[in-house]
């Protein structure tokens, strides 16, 4: 089955500098990746997501990349403000299947 | 954009009682949910599929005949928490994908945290 790695687990930014956060999968089948904010005490977020068709996708501050030769894929989130605090978590699916892999998430502190 | 709706959002119960959590997707149709339990500090742990009509797919070591899943229509599926126990008490997730929507993209609903006193 998948497995979905996920670094670092928690990170600490400067407000206003940028936030990488970066997941590898294991199944080359994969082939859409959605990242998750998750803020305490509620459900995960969607916050963007990306095909395997695509090396790139961008929604204002918040960008994703994918690698497929190298089966990694980032998210990136520019100017942080103390709102983007929260866990983030990256998955993978293979189109067909049902069920998300999750990575196991990345505390984000945003440091005002 | 798509919304799914968890019921109740935190609940205290007595050991031995039963608790039933409900996720609706209110403005979508979902043929297929799916029940996670997440433990602090933690990744979502996926618990079971339920799927519209006939029987939830559990995940190994998740007690079924424990954790009752229905899903009797395509906007709401149900899991009860049977004679509920201490060890019990977490955050449990629901989740859906739009059937008609090509992407697919998983929505959350915001969690219920249970406690079992």
């Known amino acids: 089955g998948e497995n979905v790695e996920q670094h670092p687990s928690t990170l600490s930014v400067q407000e206003g500098d940028s936030a990488v956060i970066k997941c590898t999968y294991s199944?080359?089948?994969?082939?859409?990746f959605p990242w998750y904010k998750q803020e305490l005490g509620k459900g995960p977020q969607l916050i963007i997501d990306i095909r395997s068709n695509v090396g790139e996708k961008k929604d204002q501050r918040i960008a994703v990349t994918l690698n497929k030769t190298a089966k990694h894929f980032s998210l990136h989130i520019t100017e942080t403000q103390p709102e983007d605090s929260a866990v983030y978590f990256c998955a993978a699916i293979r189109f067909g299947n049902e069920n998300l892999t999750f990575g196991t998430g990345t505390r984000l502190t945003i440091i005002p | 954009g798509a919304v799914v709706s968890q019921h109740p959002s935190r609940v205290i119960c007595k050991s031995g009682t039963s608790v039933k959590i409900e996720c609706r997707s209110l403005?979508?149709?979902?043929?297929?949910m799916f029940w996670y339990r997440q433990f602090p500090k933690q990744s979502l742990m996926l618990m079971a599929t339920?799927?519209?009509?006939?029987?939830?797919?559990?995940e190994q070591g998740v007690e079924k005949d424990k954790f009752l899943i229905n899903h009797a229509s395509l906007t709401l599926s149900t899991l009860t928490v049977t004679s509920a126990h201490p060890e019990d008490s977490s955050f449990y997730i629901c989740?859906?994908?739009?059937?008609?929507?090509?992407?697919?993209?998983?929505?959350f609903g915001n969690g219920t945290r249970l406690t079992v006193t």
């Open positions: 339920s799927n519209e009509g006939s029987k939830a797919t559990y």
């Open positions: 989740s859906a994908r739009d059937s008609g929507q090509g992407a697919r993209p998983l929505h």
């Open positions: 403005d979508f149709q979902a043929t297929t």
């Open positions: 199944d080359s089948a994969s082939n859409y």
